[in-house]
Each structure stands twice: as C-alpha cells, then as structure tokens.
C-alpha cells in the first residue's frame, strides 16, 4: 500500500488490525528482552507501544497514522534521519513490503543498528521470495517464525 492509502484508512487502521498485530507481536517478541534504543520502523498509529506498554522511537511516513500515534518521526524507512549504530533493537511490523525499494530500506536497518543489536520484522509471506533474499544480502537469519498472515524474521548484524 502507498503513503496515500495509509493517510485515506489511518482512522480505521486500530479497530481493523488492533487483534492480528498484536498477535504478531506476541509470536515475534516471546523471547526477546527488549532493552536499550528501540526503534518502531513504520510505526503507524502505535499499536506496538500500546502492546509493550512503553515509548517507542517511531518513524512512519504517513502523516495521518503519526497524527494518530501522537508522535513520531515523519520519514521514509528508505532514509532514516538517525545516525549510525544508534538502536539496539529495530522492530518492523508489516513495513518493508510496503517500501519501493525495500534494498535500500534494509542498508539503511544495518547502518543505523548496533553492531551488537537485532532486527525483527514481519511481512505478507507472498513477499518472501523476494525479500528474504535481500535480508541475508546484509543480515545474517537466527529465527524464523510464521505469524499469521506473515512471515517473521530475527536477525543480527
Ligand atoms: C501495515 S502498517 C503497520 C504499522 C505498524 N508497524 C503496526 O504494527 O501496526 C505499515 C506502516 O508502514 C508505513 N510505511 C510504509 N511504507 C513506508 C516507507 N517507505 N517509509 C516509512 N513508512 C512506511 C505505513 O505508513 C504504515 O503505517
């Protein structure tokens, strides 16, 4: 979906997907003890710091799901206005199939992740055979789990 069709449905994202991604978040984040610098990438109206009941760094670019969340950074994933090695965990839930040129978006996941730190992401499985392939291009896999409708992914530098 585009930046346009996020900003046209924001309002009805939270009552449509509340239950299927929180369900992700559950399977993805069972065994991670989140700590240091998150960053929600492709945040959208902030349903994952309403699950982890925390504030998350969030960066979207959709205007609309921002104004919902309250917060966050307007920016594309394919150019993060972070510096290098800042987060110790960048989570991405239901994004990178969305990005034109999801390449460049995960060159820019590693730049901005610690050396010591993990990238967790979900996406449609439909994009697997396209996307999997450029994730190992830059990280290396240590899990993969099905959650849901998508397919997930925990992966180190
Ligand atoms: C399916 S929603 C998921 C939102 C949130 N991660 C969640 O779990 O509810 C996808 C989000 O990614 C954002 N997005 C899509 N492409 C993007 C891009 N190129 N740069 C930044 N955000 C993008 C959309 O605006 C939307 O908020």
Sequence with gaps: MTK?????T????????????????????ASLALKGKILDHGCGT?????????????IDNSVEMLNIRG??????????????????YILSFSVLMNSKDPEKAIKEVKRV????????CTFLRDFESK???????YLEIKE?????????FILIY
């Design 4 to 8: 346009e069709d996020y900003n046209k």
């Design 10 to 29: 924001a309002r009805f994202y939270n009552q449509r997907y509340r239950e299927i991604q929180f369900e992700k978040y559950k399977i993805m984040l």
């Design 46 to 58: 902030g349903l994952l710091s309403s699950f982890l009941k925390r504030d998350l760094i969030g």
């Design 71 to 88: 917060s966050g950074d307007l920016a594309d994933v394919e150019e993060l206005p972070y510096g290098d090695a800042e987060f110790d």
């Design 113 to 120: 992740l610690k050396p010591s730190g993990a990238f967790v």
């Design 131 to 137: 996307l999997k392939p450029l994730l190992e291009k």
């Design 144 to 152: 993969k789990r099905t959650c849901g409708e998508d397919i997930g």
